[in-house]
């Protein structure tokens, strides 16, 4: 695979995993316990026998920065080739501007691509979840001398809406493209991966066309270019939104999961601090849980997935919940059908995810807290006692004195007091609220984003 370079887009915003990406990009948000999104797809390259590898960041990259490093978990600490990570810059003259789409990521850095002797360019998106061998991939693509060649599997009708669906011919050349269709005409799916030989970039990437889904790929269709599929079988997960992101936590809780964390044959690196082994007190009882080296453990932890570093005290509860790296549940808490983000404290005696009201929607983020699942943000403090209902958003580093009421219902919002609207002196919205005696007596001290 030494004729191959892998251009990882890890730039992505993730508006739709709500609190979770809000101060990190996607490919960053924690998975799985101890991994992050992002390691699956420079696993994928490592253990492809592909060594040379440009990831082009955009949105807050500090996160996903401090997590490649060097690359040395992947083996890509390399004097020639390893890992590059890259982000947008303005040229002498130039006009300052973030990356339009996925092709324009890819345009503006063509100049370091073309250093590369490498004839051919695995486009990777680095925030999907997934176990793919790319040898067999980029052998298909240079067996039908494709210009391009797109990876490709069955997807549920209903998602299709939001993907790039095509049709194959029995060559498996692409003979129709639609981009997001509202009336999908297939269940074949592109999965945002892509294999392009080095002179069909310089072909047909431009200005005008910023995305691949939307521009490249129907110009190319266009103008007689040679256009494939490759089926793919494997396991793969767009974990584009908290509802999709936490079941595909949840499935690898199953007696034998399709992604297969234990695999030895294709190892998931990461970059993994040195921690102390994971301590099961006399008092804690666990259930199909995966639990993360550094937790300590004296409550109940029922079908969920505790990152490093998270502590369970005697008398809590965790039961189908994502909780992440250093959390601390505090004796008596209830933490069910919840994710919480790193740094949480929950305090004594109180319940997070409280109530059978699922359907009732966050009163912020309808369209994204919609399913009985309530989101903490980072370093957010639970005030002792508190009862917090299901779709609920708690913004990042809220403090008790953010929490006007102990009673937070289905559906509402707890936001930091420098984030509330100047006309809104309620630190609780939606639901039945009531505004602070005192108008700056929900603010809270702020503390550094991260």
Not at 106 to 120: F, R, Y
Not at 283 to 306: D, E, F, M, P
Not at 327 to 354: F, N, P, T
């Amino acid at each position: 695979m030494k004729r191959t370079m892998a251009v990882i887009l890890a730039g992505g915003e993730g508006e739709r995993l709500s609190i979770l990406s809000s101060v990190r990009a996607k490919p960053a948000v924690p998975f799985g316990g101890k991994y992050r999104i992002i390691d699956f797809t420079l696993s994928n390259c490592v253990n492809s026998e592909i060594d040379d590898v440009l990831v082009l960041t955009q949105y807050n990259p500090r996160s996903l920065n401090d997590h490649i490093g060097l690359g040395r978990p992947w083996d890509l600490d390399r004097n020639r080739g390893g890992v590059k990570l890259l982000q947008p810059y303005v040229s002498r003259g130039g006009v300052a501007e973030w990356y339009r789409g996925t092709a324009d990521a890819v345009l503006q850095n063509l100049n370091v691509i073309e250093m590369h002797p490498a004839d051919t360019v695995v486009v990777l998106a680095g925030d999907h979840v997934y176990k793919m061998d790319y040898q067999p991939f980029v052998a298909f693509h240079r067996r039908h001398r494709a210009d391009v060649t797109i990876a490709v599997r069955r997807v549920p009708l209903a998602d299709a809406t939001r993907m790039g669906i095509l049709s194959l011919d029995d060559s498996h050349r692409v003979v129709e493209w639609q981009e997001k269709p509202t009336h999908p005409k297939s269940d074949l799916a592109s999965m945002g991966v892509y294999v392009f030989s080095k002179r069909a970039l310089r072909r047909w990437l431009s200005d005008e066309r910023t995305d691949f889904g939307a521009n490249v790929i129907p110009a190319m269709l266009a103008g007689g270019a040679r256009v494939f599929g490759y089926d793919f079988e494997g396991y793969w997960q767009d974990v584009g939104t908290v509802q999709s992101y936490w079941e595909a936590n949840m499935a690898l809780l199953a007696e034998h999961p399709e992604l297969d964390l234990y695999d030895k044959e294709w190892l998931i690196h990461t970059r993994s601090e040195e921690r102390a082994p994971a301590k099961v007190e006399a008092t804690a009882q666990i259930h199909r849980s995966l639990i993360s080296h550094g937790c300590v453990i004296a409550g109940t932890v029922v079908n969920s997935v505790l990152s490093p570093g998270v502590r369970v005290e005697v008398g809590a509860i965790v039961r189908d919940s994502i909780v992440m790296f250093d959390s601390v549940i505090r004796a008596g808490a209830v933490v069910d059908h919840a994710i919480l983000d790193k740094e949480v404290v929950v305090g004594h005696g109180a319940i997070v995810g409280e109530g059978p009201d699922n359907d009732t929607p966050n009163v912020d983020e309808p369209g994204r807290l919609n399913t009985g699942i309530t989101v903490v943000g980072k370093q957010a403090v639970i005030p002792r006692g508190t009862r917090i209902g299901r779709n609920v958003k708690i913004a990042g580093e809220v403090r008790i004195s953010d929490f006007v009421s102990r009673v937070v219902r289905t559906g509402a919002s707890v936001l930091h007091g420098g984030d509330r609207p100047l006309t809104d002196r309620s630190a609780i919205r939606g639901g039945r609220t009531r505004k602070a005696a005192d108008p700056d007596a929900a603010t809270g001290s702020a503390g550094a984003r991260s």
